[in-house]
């Protein structure tokens, strides 16, 4: 990953000022005159905008930055979970391995996890290696079969969610898309083995869903889960994508939203401006969740893990019924 930090659009204000502490900072090397105080009052009113910026973001300022080019991929994170284990187990036993979804076992202190995620790749020769995160079947199929493995060896499973949907191809289709994601949500359903997931970057439609019934779902601070991009929910509600910042903050996407209904079972904190800003410490922070989440869901026979997470997808949506104070009587 570059060390050079890529602004997004509404960051730029934050960096002209950096540039200019850089620029003073330099000043003062070359010209020996001491600028310290106006580079300290500088720098004070840099961090306190910054941190009022990053407080108050809109929807779609948390979707630039869950989809950051820079944010830490699921290969990139699965290294600093475990660095001295990581093996990956390609294939779907049916003559393909769809590189959209990657999975394979790494070593926790708790014991060994399976870990089935969406990747996106850095730049475009790896994107197009790994169609952009989106999944064709055959990755669905993969997964499957890598959540069968972690059943009969009684490995929990954690998966990592960062897609924009599956494959919309006709391709897809063709090979049954809709088909494969339904069986991955009902073999999920029933898995016996504790299941968690985090929404790393974006979590969109079924692309999301086919990878995500979990005992405990945790979203990153900026990570997005929602029924569909905002892009594609403004061309149908208003015929234009032009109007997604409208449609995210309708569809109620973000992690704190999601939260408040109930979706999600936890949000992991972010280091200020995002994900990509320090990699390691998001990593340590994403461990020492799943840590505590296997920790707990290992105290579940296997009975209790399958009410557990049934419960937990019943509960989503129900309201109860209030009558009219019209129609009181």
Same mark, same amino acid.
């Given at each position: 990953?570059?060390?050079?930090?890529?602004?997004?659009?509404?960051?730029?204000?934050?960096?002209?000022?950096?540039?200019?502490?850089?620029?003073?900072?330099?000043?003062?090397?070359?010209?020996?005159?001491?600028?310290?105080?106006?580079?300290?009052?500088?720098?004070?009113?840099?961090?306190?905008?910054?941190?009022?910026?990053?407080?108050?973001?809109?929807?779609?300022?948390?979707?630039?930055?869950?989809?950051?080019?820079?944010?830490?991929?699921?290969?990139?994170?699965?290294?600093?979970?475990?660095?001295?284990?990581?093996?990956?187990?390609?294939?779907?036993?049916?003559?393909?391995?769809?590189?959209?979804?990657?999975?394979?076992?790494?070593?926790?202190?708790?014991?060994?996890?399976?870990?089935?995620?969406?990747?996106?790749?850095?730049?475009?020769?790896?994107?197009?290696?790994?169609?952009?995160?989106?999944?064709?079947?055959?990755?669905?199929?993969?997964?499957?079969?890598?959540?069968?493995?972690?059943?009969?060896?009684?490995?929990?499973?954690? #998966?990592? !969610?960062?897609?924009?949907?599956?494959?919309? @191809?006709?391709? %897809?289709?063709?090979? =049954? $898309? +809709?088909? &494969?994601?339904?069986?991955?949500?009902?073999?999920?359903?029933?898995?016996? #083995?504790? !299941?968690?997931?985090?929404?790393?970057?974006? @979590?969109?439609? %079924?692309?999301?869903? =086919? $990878? +995500?019934? &979990?005992?405990?779902?945790?979203?990153?601070?900026?990570?997005?889960?929602?029924?569909?991009?905002?892009?594609?929910?403004?061309?149908?509600?208003?015929?234009?994508?032009?109007?997604?910042?409208?449609? &995210?903050?309708?569809?109620?996407?973000?992690?704190?939203?999601?939260?408040?209904?109930?979706?999600?079972?936890?949000?992991?904190?972010?280091?200020?401006?995002?994900?990509?800003?320090?990699?390691?410490?998001?990593?340590?922070?994403?461990?020492?969740?799943?840590?505590?989440?296997?920790?707990?869901?290992?105290?579940?026979?296997?009975?209790?893990?399958?009410?557990?997470?049934?419960?937990?997808?019943?509960?989503?949506?129900?309201?109860?019924?209030?009558?009219?104070?019209?129609?009181?009587?």
């Amino acid at each position: 990953m570059s060390d050079k930090i890529l602004p997004l659009e509404f960051e730029k204000p934050i960096m002209a000022m950096e540039e200019k502490i850089e620029e003073l900072m330099r000043l003062s090397q070359d010209s020996k005159i001491d600028f310290s105080e106006e580079i300290d009052k500088l720098r004070a009113q840099a961090d306190e905008v910054k941190s009022k910026l990053y407080q108050k973001l809109t929807p779609a300022q948390k979707l630039q930055i869950a989809r950051h080019p820079q944010r830490p991929n699921l290969l990139e994170t699965v290294k600093m979970l475990s660095p001295n284990m990581w093996i990956e187990m390609r294939g779907d036993r049916a003559g393909t391995d769809d590189r959209a979804i990657i999975g394979g076992i790494i070593e926790l202190s708790s014991g060994p996890v399976m870990v089935v995620g969406t990747q996106k790749g850095r730049g475009m020769k790896e994107n197009l290696t790994h169609n952009f995160g989106m999944a064709n079947p055959e990755g669905y199929r993969k997964a499957l079969r890598l959540f069968a493995h972690a059943e009969k060896f009684k490995m929990p499973v954690l #998966t990592i !969610i960062d897609t924009p949907g599956a494959y919309p @191809g006709i391709d %897809g289709e063709q090979h =049954g $898309i +809709g088909q &494969a994601i339904a069986y991955n949500i009902r073999e999920m359903a029933r898995l016996r #083995t504790p !299941i968690i997931s985090v929404v790393s970057g974006e @979590g969109a439609s %079924g692309g999301a869903l =086919g $990878i +995500g019934v &979990a005992n405990r779902i945790y979203m990153l601070e900026h990570a997005l889960y929602t029924v569909i991009s905002p892009e594609g929910c403004a061309s149908i509600l208003w015929r234009s994508a032009e109007y997604a910042s409208k449609a &995210a903050e309708a569809l109620k996407i973000t992690a704190q939203d999601l939260l408040a209904f109930d979706i999600v079972d936890g949000i992991i904190p972010e280091p200020q401006g995002g994900a990509h800003q320090e990699p390691a410490t998001m990593a340590q922070r994403i461990l020492e969740t799943v840590e505590s989440a296997i920790a707990e869901l290992k105290g579940y026979d296997a009975e209790k893990l399958l009410v557990d997470r049934y419960d937990r997808f019943r509960k989503i949506g129900a309201f109860c019924e209030a009558k009219s104070p019209a129609l009181k009587s």
